[in-house]
């Protein structure tokens, strides 16, 4: 039988540590971890953890995000917009076309789901 309900496991000892695609740094040296913890069936999604040391990255996005903030705090500033800042306990969404910074104010842990088509 498929499982149709996945509990995420903890994180595994070797995360994917690159920049993501379309992630460039601009302020600090902030690093990521990502480890993708589950794919859906039929591969259109995945969704994991993330972590993130302080500093700035512009980002550029062409894939739906939803993102719950475990520990840390995110200011958001799309391009030619108004910053949104994030803390703990927050759930918000990045929609495909966001271009802007993501300045990691305090160490990030985030759990993530990632529409990729």
């Known amino acids: 039988m ?54 700035t990255w512009h980002a550029v996005y062409k894939f739906y995000e939803f993102v719950h903030l475990i520990e840390g705090r995110i ?12 803390n703990p306990g927050y759930a918000f969404v990045v929609e495909p076309g966001f271009s802007g910074h993501w300045q990691v104010d305090a160490p990030v842990k985030k759990h993530f789901c990632i529409k990729l088509k």
Request: aromatic residues 8%; without cysteine; glycine residues 10%.
């Open 2 to 55: 498929t499982e149709t309900v996945f509990r995420l496991p903890a994180p595994g000892p070797e995360p994917m540590v690159a920049d993501l695609e379309g992630w460039t740094k601009v302020s600090g040296n902030p690093t990521m971890k990502t480890w993708v913890q589950h794919t859906s069936f039929d591969g259109s999604v995945i969704s994991g953890t993330w972590q993130a040391t302080t500093g």
């Open 75 to 86: 200011t958001i500033t799309p391009d030619n917009g108004a910053p949104v800042v994030l």
